[in-house]
């Protein structure tokens, strides 16, 4: 801080020390002001997450654990990052899971003949499913299942499928009727929804290759999705 005191054409001026300064010299020309600046002290109080006093021996930093993967972080961390809205930091959006499904049991009244076609869609179930991540992609896994009950008389035959695909194929070779035996069969695909996408999935019962008056008395269906938030887009 400097003060001064002028008259009669002249100035006499006094250099005083503030904090963390120091003054030396007497403000002559043989002997003029040093002023020298000392750093403040450290600062020994650091808030959660953070190292270092904030000197240039000292900077500030954040605090950070090791890396305790054998895979490379370069290729495989994720990030942080500032919300311009309230400057916090923020991580990566948690990681969503969900399970939808619907099925049905169904005893006919009156008993179905088995089309002779090589293949008929006889029933369908429906559901929608949605991938709960708004951010990244969904891996779904597709269980489609379907059980006809079959009556076979004597020398008579039936086929059973799902979606397009001839699962398995019953014949009776013998003299006696086969009552309400089960063709149960399943499939299990992969899929993907994008971001908070909602997808009605249909699957297809079907039947053909009937013979000696085959007939079905029952049909069971039973559709469910299990979706994932997918990491990698």
Request: with cysteine; proline share 6%; aromatic share 6%.
């Amino acid at each position: 801080m400097a003060s001064c005191k002028c008259g009669g054409g002249q100035c006499n001026c006094v250099v005083t020390a503030g904090a963390n300064t120091t003054v030396t010299g007497a403000g002559s020309t043989s002997n003029p002001y040093v002023v020298s600046a000392t750093a403040p002290p450290a600062n020994v109080v650091t808030g959660c997450g953070l190292t270092g006093s904030g000197s240039a021996t000292s900077p500030l930093a954040a605090k950070v654990a090791a890396w305790p993967f054998t895979c490379d972080i370069t290729d495989n961390g994720s990030g942080i990052y500032c919300d311009p809205t309230t400057g916090e930091l923020r991580a990566d959006p948690a990681y969503w899971a969900d399970f939808q499904g619907d099925q049905a049991n169904t005893a006919l009244a009156t008993p179905m003949p088995v089309p002779t076609a090589a293949q008929q869609t006889i029933d369908t179930i429906s559901i929608d499913v949605t991938n709960p991540d708004p951010c990244r992609r969904g891996l779904g896994l597709l269980f489609r299942e379907v059980d006809l009950d079959f009556v076979l008389p004597p020398n008579s035959g039936a086929m059973a499928g799902i979606d397009g695909d001839d699962m398995n194929y019953f014949g009776n070779q013998g003299s006696g009727t086969i009552i309400n035996t089960h063709s149960q069969d399943n499939k299990i695909t992969a899929f993907t929804l994008n971001p908070g996408e909602t997808r009605t999935i249909t699957m297809s019962i079907e039947t053909g290759r009937g013979s000696g008056g085959a007939t079905i008395t029952r049909i069971q269906k039973s559709l469910r999705a299990y979706v994932w938030s997918n990491r990698f887009n």
